[in-house]
């Protein structure tokens, strides 16, 4: 999930893993294992900034249908809510706690699933496109906004079946706009544009061509839809890393000026092999895990 403040300054996001799929530690192991590299991902943005990404083992993972824990943090599913309580260290150089809760209440749940390869070996699931999210973490991030809650499966590494992706999510006027473009390891390409509206339903979309503009601090290509005569533009730098960024971004879809939060991961890059001692610095590995309760 993330979430951006009313006034754009600061946001934040939340990855869930079961199958850490960017720890070296996972890469390291073989990937045999998913449930012993399990993580809750917390990235705050703007003033305060801190992010924070522990690899924890099989002791730490804890499930229901309504529940996923890891560790001293959690994702609660209330039928109405997802709350998500916190209690993590940032990583170096910045390590210190990040603490507190995030409150997403969606406008409405989707019952939308895309395969993203043509076996389905890779899924996308844009749960709740629209909601409102309340932010009240350490570091004086407390806020409210826009935000939004989605979910990707896979059955191989995203590494070997995809070269490069961006996807974007930005709020418009009556509905959400999700895009997703992909260039597939067999040269063969995925372009979609659905928009949801606020009873959340689904309908795929004709947007704009894929415009290019400004590479990441990491010269990370990056490109999504704009208008002709359009040229996006980053507003607030959120991720940056050699093989992905995340950042707020303007642009005009069909007439209409928006501003979302877009990626764009680089997988060729992510296949090198140097790649994963430095990302080890960031990501430690914690195995063992007791819950007390």
């Not at 993972?61 to 993590?88: K, M």
């Not at 076996?119 to 996308?124: C, M, Q, S």
């Not at 260039?183 to 606020?198: F, Y």
């Amino acid at each position: 999930m993330d979430g951006v403040s009313l006034d754009g300054t600061r946001a934040v996001s939340v990855i869930a893993f079961i199958g850490s799929v960017f720890s070296p530690w996972y890469g390291w192991s073989g990937r045999r294992d998913p449930e012993n590299h399990c993580c809750i991902n917390v990235a705050t943005y703007g003033p305060g900034s801190r992010f924070t990404m522990t690899d924890r083992g099989r002791p730490a993972l804890r499930r229901s249908a309504d529940t996923f824990e890891v560790g001293p943090s959690r994702l609660h599913w209330t039928g109405t809510q997802l709350i998500i309580d916190i209690n993590e260290w940032g990583a170096p150089p910045m390590v210190t706690p990040v603490r507190g809760q995030i409150i997403l209440t969606p406008q409405a749940v989707t019952g939308m699933e895309v395969m993203l390869t043509p076996d389905a070996a890779h899924i996308w699931r844009p749960f709740a496109p629209t909601c409102h999210i309340a932010v009240n973490l350490t570091q004086g991030h407390q806020w409210e906004g826009h935000g939004y809650f989605d979910a990707n499966f896979g059955t191989r590494a995203l590494e070997q079946d995809f070269d490069f992706w961006t996807w974007g999510r930005y709020p418009m006027q009556d509905r959400a706009l999700c895009i997703y473009d992909a260039t597939r390891r067999d040269g063969t390409t995925l372009d979609l544009a659905v928009e949801i509206d606020s009873a959340g339903e689904v309908r795929e979309t004709t947007a704009p061509p894929r415009t290019r503009f400004a590479r990441s601090l990491w010269q990370v290509k990056r490109e999504t839809r704009a208008d002709a005569g359009t040229m996006p533009r980053q507003r607030l730098n959120m991720l940056d890393a050699p093989f992905y960024s995340r950042s707020l971004v303007e642009t005009r879809i069909n007439g209409e000026a928006t501003t979302g939060v877009h990626e764009a991961l680089d997988l060729r890059r992510f296949r090198q092999p140097l790649l994963k001692p430095m990302l080890a610095v960031r990501v430690p590995r914690r195995a063992g895990w007791t819950f007390t309760d």
